[in-house]
């Protein structure tokens, strides 16, 4: 599996930016995908996933803010980032998960940096 993700940059506090993840490869075996990510000197932390079935899930530091959602038909996963602030400022990274009897991978992209300004 292939991560793809592109939309960070720098928006204004109080801003939008909406971020994307496309998938590629054995899509088929995707079991959830989601993103994190890391501020400078942080740990990074998971922001929130979809998983199978269309149920998402968001970090109490970004719900009511962020959006995350799916399109199956592209094997992507969005997020809708409302409300910025400049603790917002990190790399945000998609990972998907690959979930079986077998085995248990995660999958990560290349990151995109998004920079809230105050």
């Known amino acids: 599996v292939q991560l793809q993700a592109s939309g960070g940059g720098l928006a204004q506090t109080g801003g939008s930016l909406r971020l994307s993840c496309v998938a590629s490869?054995?899509?088929?075996?995707?079991?959830?995908m989601g993103w994190y990510r890391q501020s400078p000197g942080k740990e990074r932390e998971w922001v929130g996933n979809?998983?199978?079935?269309?149920?998402?899930n968001s970090a109490n530091s970004v719900k009511g803010r962020f959006t995350i959602s799916g399109d199956n038909t592209k094997s992507a996963v969005y997020l809708q980032m409302d409300s910025l602030n400049p603790e917002d400022t990190a790399v945000y990274y998609c990972r998907a998960d690959v979930t079986s009897v077998e085995h248990s991978l995660i999958y990560w992209g290349q990151g995109t940096l998004v920079t809230v300004s105050s």
């Open positions: 490869g054995d899509v088929a075996s995707i079991t959830s």
């Open positions: 979809l998983l199978q079935g269309g149920k998402t």
